[in-house]
């Protein structure tokens, strides 16, 4: 952690107003990282946790979040929503409050819309969409009684229309973009996005041609702004 406050900081706006820029600094704000275990969620952890915010992040495989400076690691299996709702009641249980969510986790599973398996599709929708929802449902009450708060969803809108071979995720890629807009309509005061990492080298993506760092500090840029005025950002 940084000795100096960190110079980020996030404007929010207030609802049915000009956008009112109430400064609160990263330095300040209690972060919620899901799917920080490796890629793009590793690397955002690792740069929120620099610029000295408390940062919570969470997915199934503990042992690879143990170095990215965080101040929590939840064990979620985030293919069962009452998971989200449980770890959602643990780091408000542990901090007292989440100024920002990031839903980034995400799961991949190729195979033709005629043979894709139940269960997989099953599992990409609670993963990717519905999970989400409930952390952002659980979340928003919060951020509301203290009058600002950001919740970014990590989309895919290059698979979201469709993609040959990817039918689970790009259908439930879409669902979450769906999501995104209508909370972004309904939650009035609170910034809410779709961040579009474009396409980036991980497990998910290993032939992407972009460092998942590049992709984090473009969504810690988003993130300070509290309120993009476009739905997805990249
Ligand atoms: N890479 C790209 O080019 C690209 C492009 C567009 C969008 N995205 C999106 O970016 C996000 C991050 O993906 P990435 O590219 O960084 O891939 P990644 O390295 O494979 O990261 C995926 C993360 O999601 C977590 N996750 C998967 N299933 C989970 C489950 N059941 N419960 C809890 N956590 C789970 C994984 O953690 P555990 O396995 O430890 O649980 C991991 O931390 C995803 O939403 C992806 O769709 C990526």
Redesign the pocket.
Known sequence: MPDAPSVHSLALSRAGSEPVSVTMTLSSSVVLV??????????LARELAACGATVAV?????E??QELGAASIHR????DPA?ALQLADEVLATHGRVDVLV??????IDAPVTEIALEDLD?SF???AL?PLMLACALLPGMRERGAGVIAN??????SGGRRGMAA?AAS?AALESLTQTLRQEAAGIGVFGF??????????PD?P?E?QA?AQRLIVHLEAGRGSREILS
Do not use: F
């Open positions: 899901t799917g920080a275990s490796s890629g793009i969620g590793a690397a969470a997915a199934r495989r503990t690879l979040m979620v299996d985030l293919s998971h839903n980034n986790a995400g799961v991949r599992r609670q993963v990717n999970s990590v989309v895919a809108p290059q698979v995720y890629k579009d990492p474009g396409w980036v080298r991980t497990d998910l993506a992407g972009d998942p992709a």
